[in-house]
């Protein structure tokens, strides 16, 4: 049996790795940061098959106690300060997570178990203000955020690793990846909770920022199939996983208001107040070389996954006003 340690396991993309390995015959750990709250419910259904180890990317010795007690042939890094958004708000503390936290790993892997297989979470987030579309493992990067830049020096820091110590550390450029487990900040989730609201009458519109913004959106389940085949390979490499193919969030809009059968445009209000300050405009993904050298595949699509989230989110809130008997839902909008 192989131990796998995940580092953000309580996060989305953590969540789904965890089922993944777990369904593959792993004994799975995570290392979660001592609070006072708690950020279980992604893995509230795991808890009783998964292992958890105190340890925090700010902390060099709690990384290596946490690697040194798990003793794991694999370790996914995914814990990261991940809303681009908040980055511009705390840029230091994006460093010190997005960024450093890898040189952390990075390091406790080093002193600890140099057998050990590394996987870094990178972003498409590094390509930026892109100098070419699509984008692929050899596109330069241009960051366009505090965000992308930390994740960039974590990715050319596991490539430094992988040529001067030997390790076997390898990056995953995913592009943007989605599910109902996504965080509400995020501009998927956002849409599909706040489509729900309005079907449900609990809302009248939606606020958002640049709807011509374009992404190359996947789920996330397909995603870290691939986390998972770029650590089984005989040579460590990096690898674009994506979809290729891009959608605009007006693309999102139309087809989360379809769902429930609205037109967005009667709903949707921009507001310049949720502008970038410096955008990404178009990120399109190159997937052809983890395509034929891991053999994976995107399964679902875009308009399938929109659909499963908005669902996901209406299941949501009708579950919660039916746990409080004060409350009671309007007739919905469709």
Not at 214 to 221: L, P, V
Not at 292 to 310: H, N, S, T, Y
Request: glycine share 8%.
């Amino acid at each position: 049996m192989k131990t796998a340690l995940i580092t953000g396991i309580t996060g989305q993309d953590g969540s789904y790795l965890a089922e993944l390995l777990l369904e593959k015959g792993y004994r799975v750990v995570g290392m979660t940061r001592r609070s006072s709250t708690s950020a279980m419910d992604r893995i509230e259904h795991l808890l009783d098959r998964i292992e958890l180890v105190q340890g925090d990317v700010l902390d060099q010795a709690s990384l290596v106690a946490a690697i040194q007690s798990s003793e794991p042939q694999e370790v996914y890094n995914l814990a990261a300060m991940s809303f681009v958004p908040t980055s511009w708000n705390q840029p230091v503390l994006t460093g010190e997570f997005t960024g450093l936290g890898v040189t952390r790993m990075l390091e406790a892997v080093r002193q600890v178990d140099k057998s050990i297989r590394f996987y870094q979470a990178s972003s498409s987030e590094m390509f930026g203000k892109v100098r070419e579309v699509p984008q692929t493992e050899l596109t330069p990067f241009h960051p366009r955020s505090p965000y992308g830049v930390a994740k960039a020096y974590g990715h050319f820091l596991t490539v430094n690793y992988r040529e001067s110590f030997g390790l076997y550390a390898v990056s995953g450029i995913l592009f943007n990846h989605e599910s109902p487990r996504r965080g509400l900040e995020f501009v998927t989730r956002k849409v599909s909770d706040g489509v729900a609201r309005i079907h449900l009458g609990l809302a009248t519109e939606l606020r958002m920022g640049n709807l011509d913004s374009q992404r190359d959106w996947g789920y996330a389940g397909d995603y870290v199939r691939a986390m998972w085949a770029m650590l089984q390979q005989p040579e460590p490499s990096d690898y674009v996983v994506a979809t290729g193919i891009a959608n605009s969030v007006r693309d999102l809009c139309r087809i989360a208001f379809e769902r429930v059968g609205l037109d967005y445009e009667k709903y949707v209000k921009t507001d310049d107040r949720l502008l970038r300050p410096a955008e990404v405009d178009h990120l399109l993904g190159n997937a052809d070389k983890a395509r034929a050298e891991l053999g994976w595949k995107p399964e679902i699509g875009f308009e399938e996954l929109v659909q499963m989230m908005v669902d996901a989110d209406i299941e949501r809130l009708k579950t919660r006003a039916a746990a409080r008997s004060d409350v009671v839902l309007p007739t919905s909008r469709a």
